[in-house]
């Protein structure tokens, strides 16, 4: 991702960025958080012209646009929109994995939209199924807005400063980032593998006691 955003424009850069984001945010399981996180390490190199804030921003409309529209198209269709998902994205969506975000969406609501941002499944449903769920608009607004600025103010401040001080420490900036993607993919993978991990086993057990 790193070396095929370095050969863009700013504008562009910024553009994929939100738009990957935005295509997460409304129900489509693609890597959006990758863009962020390529695109905050080209921020800290001297020949990108890149700017941090810029990332966060980009990130930050994606994130908060995505959502809406996930939630209008959740609103509108209900669960018509999640058995489609189900079945167009069967590895990432399964049965018990979208009923048992429901049923977070249902008792936690908020709290779920605000930090499910953190979590790939989470951050990718949590917009749908706030419609789906007929949660107040005002109250998915609010935590839809609030959780994207802090993850996207975490995850560009996090790997921004990561970027900067590996730049310190070492002359050649292409390892540099090369090696920073690398180690900040196979962390994501890590973490995705096992939130994916503990939902499936909530999953599991939710289904089990409402069968």
């Known amino acids: 991702m790193e070396t095929f955003l370095t050969g863009l424009s ?3 850069v910024y553009a994929i960025v939100g738009f990957g984001v935005l295509i997460e945010s409304i129900g489509i399981p693609i890597p959006g958080e990758t863009a962020v996180i390529a695109a905050s390490l ?4 001297h020949t990108a012209n890149i700017h941090l804030q810029w990332v966060f921003a980009a990130a930050c409309i994606g994130a908060v646009i995505g959502d809406n529209i996930g939630y209008s198209l959740g609103h509108r269709y209900g669960h018509h929109l999640t058995s489609w998902l189900e079945k167009r994205f069967p590895r990432h969506l399964s049965p018990n ?3 048992y975000a429901e049923h977070l ?3 936690k609501g908020v709290p779920v939209v ?4 953190f979590i790939a499944l989470l951050r990718i449903l949590a917009g749908p199924l706030s419609g789906v769920t007929r949660m107040p608009y005002s109250h998915f607004f609010f935590a839809n807005v609030a959780g994207a600025i802090a993850w996207a103010g975490t995850v560009t401040l996090m790997v921004g400063l990561l970027g900067k001080a590996a730049h310190t420490w070492i002359n050649d900036i292409s390892w540099v980032l090369g090696g920073a993607v690398l180690a900040m993919a196979i962390a994501a993978i890590l973490f995705g593998k096992v939130t994916g991990r503990w939902l499936d086993k909530k999953a599991e057990e939710y289904a089990q006691r409402t069968s």
Do not use: V
């Not at 080209?42 to 190199?45: A, I, K, M, Y």
């Not at 605000?114 to 941002?117: I, M, Q, S």
């Open 10 to 12: 700013p504008a562009i």
């Open 97 to 99: 994995r979208m009923r």
């Open 114 to 117: 605000l930090g499910g941002r």
């Open 105 to 107: 969406m249902r008792t």
């Open 42 to 45: 080209l921020s800290t190199t």
